[in-house]
């Protein structure tokens, strides 16, 4: 109850009245950018004072009318209270405590400038041009330190109309591993299916399960380690699915799965060295240039 009550008393005009004014206005923003409005006092403490002008500018511009309201008595509650907190705090904490916040505050204000400047430099030199060729070969060195985390299948998925003669070829031929039916099915599908994988790609397993129809999967899990053959259909198709090939998690990766990852590391790599040659050219020039003088050394 102090709180409210000394909120309502630091508030000279009275946040009504504001809220009044930013109600009938067609557009708060309106409200908010006259200039005869920018100094006007919204709430003050011993040491700080809130205007209209600093909060206005933190209104988001798609906050309007009413809910600006709600944005200016929130942002204000906020504000004292951490302005009152502030005050407590500097009234506590001794000179020594304070010198040390201050060399805080000066190591943190330097560490992001350099952060800042650090990420423009990146942004106007990085080539994030990366070669499949270069994540094969950093596959080839590191790929058993690429583990899934979800089942991976290379799996036969097949959707054709059931207007279509039955099924039973396709059944021979996508539980075959012959290359000569690989091929058979293959060209059966380019002239008749709806959607066809021929599982020569790996995928996470409920990705590749995700075709068939909504439950008919009734344990992707074990269908996928025992290599069952599963069939479905619709009211319009037949669906034929068969995993070839089951990596487990914790088992590596597939590179065509690691590769966004290796994409970034070897980016991060790049970003690496960027600022690395970036430490040195700054200090090799400062040392020409006799910037600096290091009295330890």
Known sequence: MTSRRHIKILLPIGLIAIAAAIATTTDSCQFFSKKNTDDTVLAKTNSAVLTLQQVAKLIPDNVKNADSVMFVQNYVDRWIHNQLMLEKAIANIDDKGYASIEDMVNDYR???????????????????????????????????????????????????????????????????????????????????????????DWRYLYDAVAQMPLGSVKNPLATARNGKFVEAQDSLYNYFFMVKEFRDVNEQAPLILAKRKIREILLNHRRNDLIRNLEIKIYVDAVNKQRFTNYVN
């Open 110 to 200: 330097t560490s992001l400038l350099v952060y800042k400047y650090q990420q423009l430099y990146i942004e106007q030199n990085l080539d994030t041009l990366i070669l499949d060729s270069q994540i094969a070969d950093h596959y080839d060195k590191y790929g058993n330190n690429f583990l899934l985390d979800s089942c991976a299948v290379r799996a036969v998925f097949v959707q054709i109309p059931k207007s279509l003669p039955d099924g039973s070829e396709i059944r021979t031929l996508i539980r075959s591993n012959k290359p000569d039916d690989l091929i058979r099915l293959e060209e059966f599908c380019f002239k008749n299916a709806r959607n066809f994988d021929a599982g020569t």
